[in-house]
């Protein structure tokens, strides 16, 4: 099977839901033992308990991703469970609209302690048994915010690129102890947080804005979280084995061909 994971033990920040549980079923699928991190223990279930539906191995693991203690405690439980870490996707992450001044210093922090704190700790507590083995694959959720302006997304821009610039970091320090470590930059993409988003602020009128919102990409669409999961299965399989340092965009056109 191309793109097989088979043997492989992942571990998926935020795989209770969205873009992380995608990542984390598309992985099983390809035959790696999951590791479903979430600080929402009921979700993470969800996940484990679907994917024991299909057959496919996976086990939760309750997560605050901004506690590093708590993130060390984890992976070392996975690592005595399972002998090694392979591949560590950082999904877990949360949003945020406003500008510079709209956005409180509470907000502002907490956007830190989980985007970008948490990745900190997750690679930190991680990156030990893959030095140990001489081989690991890093994957982050990057976003085309890290490189781009975008309206209101002030503090959420903040936290991807660091996210990025963290994934160059990291790429270049442990090439040579077989780490790889590469971003995924996503355009918009229809998660429970974009419909919980229109319900909250859009009441009657969710229909119309996210149409609105799909268009602000030239394919005319946001992406379902499968397709930001087939690029990262991609990247985290042994296809990809001479790919690190490099972030990818997957933003139906919104990087490029927007003027």
């Known amino acids: 099977m191309s793109f097989s994971l088979n043997g492989k033990v992942a571990v998926v920040t935020g795989a209770g839901s969205g873009i992380g549980k995608a990542i984390a079923i598309k992985f099983a699928q390809h035959g790696s033992t999951v590791c479903v991190l979430d600080v929402n223990e009921k979700n993470a279930v969800a996940t484990v308990n679907e994917l024991a539906d299909k057959n496919l191995l996976a086990r939760a693991y309750p997560c605050d991703v901004t506690k590093q203690q708590h993130v060390i405690e984890v992976m070392n439980a996975i690592a005595k469970e399972h002998d090694r870490i392979d591949i560590l996707a950082n999904?877990?992450?949360i949003a945020h609209i406003g500008k510079l001044d709209t956005t409180p210093e509470a907000d502002f922090d907490k956007l830190f302690q989980v985007n970008v704190k948490?990745?900190?700790n997750s690679m930190f507590a991680a990156v030990p048994y893959m030095k140990e083995r001489k081989r690991g694959?890093?994957?982050?959720?990057a976003s085309v915010a890290a490189t781009v302006g975008i309206a209101d997304r002030f503090a959420y821009s903040m936290t991807k690129g660091a996210v990025l610039t963290m994934t160059l970091s990291v790429a270049k320090d442990y090439v040579k102890e077989g780490i790889r470590c590469n971003s995924i930059s996503p355009g918009r993409v229809h998660t429970p947080f974009v419909d919980g988003f229109l319900k909250a602020n859009y009441p009657g009128k969710e229909d119309e804005m996210f149409e609105k919102l799909s268009k602000t990409q030239p394919i005319g669409r946001m992406a379902e979280p499968?397709?930001?999961?087939n690029l990262a299965l991609y990247l985290c399989s042994d296809e990809a084995s001479f790919i690190t340092g490099t972030d990818y965009p997957i933003d139906g056109g919104f990087l490029k061909l927007n003027t």
């Open 91 to 93: 999904s877990a992450g």
């Open 118 to 120: 948490g990745v900190y």
């Open 137 to 141: 694959v890093i994957l982050n959720i």
């Open 226 to 229: 499968e397709e930001i999961a």
